[in-house]
C-alpha cells in the first residue's frame, strides 16, 4: 500500500479554471503538508496541517486554499489559475511537527497551465 | 530564516567512484536533518536521517554526518552505481517545518 498518495499524478489546464489535487496518508500521521517544487527543483513550503489545523501558511495567494476533512486527508484547491502555477506539487507527512520525524513524501502531482 | 544550500549542483563520475555531496544550513537550532533522493518525475524518497544529536549514520553504502555547529551535512556514497544517479536533497528540521536545499543532481557514468 502507498503510504502517502496523491492524485492525479499530472494535471493539465486552461488558465482561469479552479482545481484540485487530493492527498491520503495512511500512515496515521498527524501532520500534512503541501509543498510546491519549482522547474529548479526547489522545494518550498505551502501549508502544514496538524490534526486537521492549519499550522503553517506561507506566502501562499489566497487562491490557493487546503481543506482537511480529518487527519489523513490534505486536499488543495487553486481557483483562477495562472501560469506561474505550473510546478510538480508534493504532499507529505509526518508523525508529528518537528521532534526528530521522517517526512514521508507522495509522488507529486505535476500541473500545467495553458 | 533558515537557509539550506548544497555544493555542487550538479556531479558527474565514473562508475565505482567513491563521491561527497554537501549541505550547508544557517541556522543551527535544529532537530534533524534528512537526506533524500528524487528519481525524474518522482517523489522524494528518505535516505537517511540524523537528529541532532548524532553524528552520523549509515545505511547499506550511504554515510551522512552531521556537524550542527558548523551548519554542515554530507552524504558520502561508496562505490557509485548507475542506479545512484538521481537528485539528492538535504532538509533540514527547525521544528516548525522543513527547509530543503536546491539539490545535487548525480550522475554515474557506466
Known amino acids: 500500500d502507498t503510504a502517502v498518495s496523491q492524485t492525479p499524478k499530472y494535471l493539465v489546464t486552461q488558465m482561469g479554471n479552479d482545481k484540485s489535487i487530493k492527498c491520503e496518508q495512511n500512515?496515521?500521521?498527524?501532520?500534512m503538508y503541501w509543498y510546491k517544487q519549482d522547474s529548479k527543483k526547489f522545494l518550498k513550503i505551502m501549508f502544514s496541517?496538524?490534526?486537521?489545523?492549519?499550522?503553517i501558511n506561507e506566502t501562499v495567494p489566497n487562491r490557493f486554499s487546503p481543506k482537511s476533512p480529518d487527519k489523513a486527508h490534505l486536499n488543495l484547491h487553486i481557483n483562477s489559475l495562472e501560469l506561474g502555477d505550473s510546478a510538480v506539487y508534493f504532499c507529505?507527512?509526518?508523525?508529528?511537527?518537528?521532534?526528530?520525524?521522517?517526512?514521508?513524501f507522495g509522488s507529486g502531482t505535476q500541473l500545467s497551465v495553458l | 530564516k533558515q537557509e539550506v544550500t548544497q555544493i555542487p549542483a550538479a556531479l558527474s563520475v565514473p562508475e565505482g567512484e567513491n563521491l561527497v555531496l554537501n549541505c550547508s544550513f544557517t541556522?543551527?537550532?535544529?532537530?534533524?536533518l534528512q537526506w533524500f533522493r528524487q528519481d525524474p518525475g518522482k517523489g522524494l524518497t528518505s535516505l537517511l536521517l540524523?537528529?541532532?544529536?548524532?553524528r552520523e549514520q549509515t545505511s547499506g553504502r550511504l554515510n551522512a554526518s552531521l556537524d550542527k555547529s558548523s551548519g554542515r551535512s554530507t552524504l558520502y556514497i561508496a562505490a557509485s552505481q548507475p542506479g545512484d544517479s538521481a537528485t539528492y536533497l538535504c532538509?533540514?528540521?527547525?521544528?516548525?517545518?522543513?527547509?530543503f536545499g536546491t539539490g545535487t543532481s548525480l550522475t554515474v557514468i557506466p
Open positions: 500512515l496515521g500521521h498527524d501532520t
Open positions: 496541517y496538524n490534526n486537521k489545523e492549519l499550522i
Open positions: 532538509a533540514v528540521n527547525t521544528g516548525n517545518q522543513f527547509y
Open positions: 507529505a507527512s509526518s508523525q508529528v511537527q518537528g521532534v526528530g520525524e521522517k517526512l514521508f
Open positions: 541556522d543551527s537550532a535544529i532537530y534533524n
Open positions: 540524523i537528529q541532532s544529536s548524532q
